[in-house]
């Protein structure tokens, strides 16, 4: 697609329930990420996909959340037993070459 | 740990104005800095970028000027124009350009 298409939108999910967000990258970007961006803070790294090497997964916070990205293009994070503060905007980027990120538009997860 | 910080949570100018965006960071083997732009409900947008290399660079009304014995850069914009309002990242990398850091952001007002 033309751009990064990232769903659903926005997410309200009561606390304790998995949640599953998707990535759609834009076609032939090697690498994605995953960052996080909760309220007043900046956009906290989560984890990165490059190619076929294994995932960068140093950023993230718990072992609640995972992430896989199949065929070298579609991710897929989830939050397994998802608690208040998991509440954020979730961005999905990808990049040909270097620096050239581009971002989605987020999903935004409210935990009630 | 913030390995790149942002001070100023927000800024307020007058359209026509220059708007001066700040930026330090802790890291020194950083060697690449980006700018990025958001607005509500979208993802971040790439701005500028600057190189280690260099002192300034410059785009349109945008500059970017980087002391690295300081370490800090700064974002020019001018003239400002209402519609740069919005929230203003600062990002570093090192080396291959993976896992951007970003700064908590500066939320920039421009009046008319």
């Known amino acids: 697609g033309a751009g990064v298409s990232q769903s659903p939108s926005n997410k309200v999910t009561e606390k304790g329930k998995d949640v599953e967000l998707r990535c759609d990258p834009i076609s032939g970007h090697t690498a994605l990420y995953w960052y996080r961006q909760s309220l007043g803070q900046g956009l906290e790294f989560l984890i990165y996909f490059q190619g076929n090497s294994a995932p960068d997964k140093s950023g993230l916070p718990s072992d609640r959340f995972s992430a896989e990205r199949t065929g070298g293009s579609v991710s897929t994070l989830t939050i397994q037993r998802t608690q208040q503060e998991d509440s954020a905007v979730y961005l999905c980027?990808?990049?040909?070459?270097?620096?050239?990120?581009?971002f989605g538009s987020g999903t935004r997860l409210t935990v009630v | 740990d913030q390995q790149v910080k942002q001070n100023s949570p927000s800024l307020s100018v007058q359209e026509g104005r220059i708007s001066i965006l700040n930026c330090d960071y802790t890291?020194?083997?950083?060697?690449?800095f980006l700018w990025y732009k958001k607005y509500p409900a979208e993802g971040p947008t790439f701005l500028i970028s600057?190189?280690?290399?260099?002192d300034k660079n410059e785009d349109g009304r945008f500059t970017v000027f980087l002391n690295k014995s300081a370490k800090h850069l700064s974002l020019h914009i001018v003239p400002s124009q209402p519609g740069d309002s919005a929230v203003y990242f600062c990002a570093a990398s090192g080396g291959d350009g993976n896992k951007l850091v970003f700064g908590a952001g500066t939320i920039l007002r421009v009046k008319s």
């Open positions: 980027a990808s990049r040909r070459g270097n620096y050239g990120y581009t």
């Open positions: 600057i190189s280690s290399i260099k």
């Open positions: 890291n020194s083997m950083f060697d690449y």
